[in-house]
């Protein structure tokens, strides 16, 4: 298997900065965080952000839009095709997520062409998680610590060095690419059983069989006012979660010109739901927390076909009230009994 | 501690037996083992619920903004001075609260205990250390060293706020010294270097609002940054509104502040927001002489004028 010395890993990097656009893990004041490249890579923590960003990101400019009723209207700015992304050790999980995301934004009557763009030639490069964290329990979604779902390549780590495995044409090309730093030969047998044997103790409290089918009939429980009675009502799970894809359009008018943009938005937040009129569908933390843990595990499952968690354990990490994936599963399944 | 807990549970028992609260907030077990998360009571058939809170226990001053009333707490130091700041705020008031103090030791963040929370089967205090009790034998931790980080400038004893029950096992934590290094290094940095800390800072934040919702001096019923008109803040996370959110937070508390760190322990991509804060609290107490700026008091300092104020912009 090809493989490079984690000490030039750098070079690798900043050689791809050159023709990708390069989104990894660095050491951001006292975390670590996903994010574009600059010069620094952490390949050992598992960042509290998720790579959604690099596809979506928090914030982007639509267009700018300047006029007046004499000269007309005009639009500038808009999407140009950037550099293709490149994730740069993505985890199991958040590789999964992404393909979760895709059918989202990229299938149905509604394909969204930044997003499109963006994705279609995109290479994400995944690492086997060795030492997966307290809070996570993926292999609870049929992930683990060695699933490739959604990777380009699979990359195996040991103590000196990170051998690549290309799964897909662009993997295979962005390999192809940097022949010049990659040995040949090895193989990581025992990081691979290392990650067989990986331990989450998490998962094991975790259940989500027909989790989807028992909140069928869950809407008016009574557990939903008793997880949300701690909730303190702010977006730091879902702006962590890699699979909330949630977003909002807004104009910043300056007098004859300004700019549109879009941003991510937050089910957890009071005007979420908040109608011109004044009316608000989802007036308290219950029926706001209801509609996460909901969009999560059952409109997810008829819409998209699938659970819209994939065990990261952001949520867990983010929240500073216990109120998360694990907890709510946990919550719901003793509520469904 | 399980005398003071059996105490507590009793109390909060007879809270409500004695018709004195229709709801309480404590601490409960939380989903992970030795973690503690907030819990809203409405019986008193649930005090069995009830946990002092040994490790990662969240403040509760602020659910009592939501709590029907007669409402109960109980309180450490450090939520005490977050009750007082909402008496003080006029959010509630005292005559609809009934307030349990307990003593606390520290409160134990497990982020600080270097090894896995699933193989551990018992947290314990002795002395100075913390006995971490796992299959594979204990292991010994200086109590200092796994404290949550506001606990390393507890106020102990100085909390304000008169309560209905004092429970004290005498194992309490001595008020921690005021120490402002950290302030003092961000204000001898140079302004350039010191506008780069805080810019590689702020464009961290996601803007999820996590600060603002933990902290009991942001109490507005309406929070002018969340009305859709006038838009004082957009929704664009982009630095200029990276600045305008964070400096808007921090001098709307400057001189409210109770120090409790709540905003920073909530912040889930790590904001040295205390810096800020503490930062404002310090210059409260040179300027205007003030002992401890974090303790809420009838006459604040920032709301109030005296015609020996110092005015150094005239």
Redesign the interface.
């Known amino acids: 298997m090809l493989h490079i010395s984690k000490h030039n890993l750098l070079s690798l990097l900043t050689h791809a900065s050159s023709s990708w656009q390069v989104f990894c893990p660095s050491k951001q004041g006292s975390t670590v965080n996903f994010g574009w490249f600059e010069g620094t890579v952490d390949t050992v923590a598992i960042p509290v952000n998720s790579c959604k960003g690099a596809f979506l990101p928090q914030t982007e400019e639509l267009f700018t839009y300047r006029g007046t009723p004499e000269t007309g209207l005009s639009l500038t700015g808009g999407f140009d095709g950037q550099k293709p992304v490149l994730i740069f050790f993505a985890r199991p999980c958040d590789a999964r997520a992404l393909t979760l995301l895709d059918r989202v934004f990229l299938e149905g009557e509604y394909a969204d062409d930044r997003y499109r763009s963006r994705r279609a030639r995109s290479v994400v490069v995944t690492v086997g998680c060795k030492s997966p964290l307290d809070t996570c329990f993926c292999t609870a979604f049929g992930i683990g610590p060695d699933s490739k779902a959604g990777s380009d390549v699979f990359v195996y780590e040991d103590e000196t060095s990170l051998y690549f495995e290309p799964l897909t044409e662009g993997g295979a090309g962005f390999v192809a690419a940097h022949l010049a730093y990659l040995a040949e030969g090895g193989t990581p047998v025992s990081v691979m059983e290392e990650l067989r044997r990986a331990e989450l103790p998490l998962a094991g409290r975790i259940w989500v069989e027909g989790m989807a089918e028992m909140l069928d009939s869950m809407f008016d429980h009574p557990v939903w006012e008793k997880m949300s009675a701690r909730c303190r009502g702010c977006g730091a799970c879902t702006y962590l979660c890699p699979t909330c894809y949630c977003f909002s359009v807004f104009d910043a008018p300056r007098g004859t010109h300004g700019k549109r943009y879009r941003s991510w938005d937050s089910c957890q937040f009071s005007d979420f739901m908040l109608m011109a009129g004044g009316h608000n569908p989802r007036p308290t933390r219950k029926e706001r927390v209801r509609q996460r843990f909901m969009h999560k595990f059952n409109y997810g499952v008829k819409r998209q076909g699938d659970y819209l968690c994939v065990g990261c354990g952001r949520c867990i990490r983010a929240c500073s009230v216990g109120l998360h994936a694990a907890s709510a599963l946990f919550d719901l399944k003793e509520a469904g009994r | 501690m399980n005398d003071l807990r059996e105490q507590l549970k009793e109390a909060v028992a007879s809270a409500f037996s004695q018709g004195r609260v229709r709801s309480f907030v404590c601490l409960e077990r939380?989903?992970?083992p030795f973690?503690t998360?907030?819990?809203?009571l409405h019986s008193g058939s649930d005090a069995d619920r009830v946990e002092i809170g040994l490790a990662?226990a969240?403040l509760l001053a602020?659910?009592l903004l939501d709590m029907p009333k007669p409402a109960g707490i109980v309180v450490r130091s450090c939520d005490a001075l977050g009750v007082s700041r909402l008496i003080r705020d006029r959010r509630v008031k005292r005559e609809d609260l009934y307030i349990i103090s307990i003593s606390c030791p520290g409160v134990v963040d497990t982020a600080k205990i270097p090894m896995?929370?699933?193989?551990i089967t018992a947290l314990e205090k002795a002395g100075d250390a913390l006995i971490v009790h796992t299959a594979l034998g204990p292991t010994e931790l200086p109590w200092s060293s796994v404290l949550l980080d506001r606990c390393l400038a507890c106020v102990s004893g100085a909390a304000s706020t008169d309560a209905d029950v004092v429970l004290d096992d005498g194992r309490g934590k001595p008020p921690a010294p005021v120490d402002y290094s950290e302030i003092d290094e961000v204000e001898h940095m140079a302004p350039d270097e010191r506008y780069a800390m805080w810019e590689?800072?702020f464009a961290?934040c996601?803007?999820?609002?996590?600060c603002?919702?933990?902290c009991p001096a942001c109490s507005c019923r309406k929070c002018s940054l969340?009305l859709?008109e006038p838009e004082w803040l957009?929704?664009?996370?982009?630095l200029p509104e990276q600045f305008m959110f964070h400096f808007t937070r921090a001098y709307h508390v400057a001189g409210r502040c109770v120090g409790c760190g709540?905003c920073e322990?909530?912040c889930?991509?790590?904001?040295?927001l205390m810096k800020l804060n503490r930062k404002f609290t310090r210059d409260i107490e040179t300027l205007f002489g003030v002992d401890d700026a974090r303790i809420p008091r009838d006459v604040e300092v920032l709301g109030t004028f005296l015609p020996d104020d110092p005015e150094e912009f005239c």
């Not at chain 2, 998360?37 to 809203?40: D, Q, R, V």
């Not at chain 2, 996601?206 to 996590?210: D, K, P, Q």
């Not at chain 2, 957009?234 to 982009?238: F, K, L, M, N, P």
Request: proline share 12%; charged share 30%; with cysteine.
């Open positions: 939380g989903f992970y973690a998360m907030p819990a809203i990662d969240p602020k659910y896995s929370m699933h193989r590689k800072e961290k996601i803007r999820c609002f996590a603002r919702n933990a969340d859709p957009s929704r664009a996370v982009i709540e322990r909530a889930p991509v790590g904001l040295p």
